[in-house]
T-cell receptor, first 112, second 114 residues
Framework: GENVEQHPSTLSVQEGDSAVIKCTYS??????FPWYKQELGKRPQLIID?????GEKKDQRIAVTLNKTAKHFSLHITETQPEDSAVYFC???????????FGKGTRLSVIA | EPEVTQTPSHQVTQMGQEVILRCVPI?????FYWYRQILGQKVEFLVS????????KSEIFDDQFSVERPDGSNFTLKIRSTKLEDSAMYFC????????????FGEGSRLTVL
């Protein structure tokens, strides 16, 4: 089955700096890669996703890149703000009836 | 905006007791999932449900667990005889046929087993 590795496990950045979180996946059939943000005590919320027919996607301050050959994808947050502090999970799925598999999460702290 | 709703938000139970966690998925969604998250750890897949049957389950989902869709709206997770290690946040999620990988999560049910 699919295995998703995520790094780093914790990340501290100064407000205004960029943050990058990286994930690798094992199943070359996976073709959908969402990123979830989870604030303390709350549910994971989808913040951005990318499909395997696209190499990069951007939504305001967040962007995701995908390298299918290397089987890795990354989340980039620019101009970080304190409210970006949360745990971020990457995930991968072969779209269809297979389960979404999550990475172990990255705790991002943005220091004002 | 439609949401996945879960009840109860928090349940405390004694070890060995049965627990039922309830979920109402988004109304036009057809894929349903249960995930769990032990405090401070990652979100782990338990089971997926489609077309009125389990489509996949993880090794966590042993004989103590069962799922049911008793009517057109509810989706339940039953833990038959709870253990201390079942203490976790349980998230229900649903997905539509257009984007089956795009999961929408409920707020979660926190289960504490004493």
């Amino acid at each position: 089955g699919e295995n998703v590795e995520q790094h780093p496990s914790t990340l501290s950045v100064q407000e205004g700096d960029s943050a990058v979180i990286k994930c690798t996946y094992s199943d070359s059939a996976s073709n959908y890669f969402p990123w979830y943000k989870q604030e303390l005590g709350k549910r994971p919320q989808l913040i951005i996703d990318i499909r395997s027919n696209v190499g990069e996607k951007k939504d305001q301050r967040i962007a995701v890149t995908l390298n299918k050959t290397a089987k890795h994808f990354s989340l980039h947050i620019t101009e970080t703000q304190p409210e970006d502090s949360a745990v971020y999970f990457c995930a991968a799925i072969y779209s269809g009836n297979t389960p979404l598999v999550f990475g172990k999460g990255t705790r991002l702290s943005v220091i004002a | 905006e439609p949401e996945v709703t879960q009840t109860p938000s928090h349940q405390v139970t004694q070890m060995g007791q049965e627990v039922i966690l309830r979920c109402v998925p988004i109304s036009n969604h057809l894929y349903f999932y249960w995930y769990r998250q032990i405090l401070g750890q990652k979100v782990e897949f338990l089971v997926s449900f489609y077309n009125n049957e389990i489509s996949e389950k993880s090794e966590i989902f042993d004989d103590q667990f069962s799922v049911e869709r008793p009517d057109g709206s509810n989706f339940t997770l039953k833990i038959r005889s709870t253990k201390l290690e079942d203490s976790a946040m349980y998230f229900c999620a649903s997905a539509g046929t257009g984007s089956p990988g795009e999961l929408f999560f409920g707020e979660g049910s926190r289960l504490t087993v004493l």
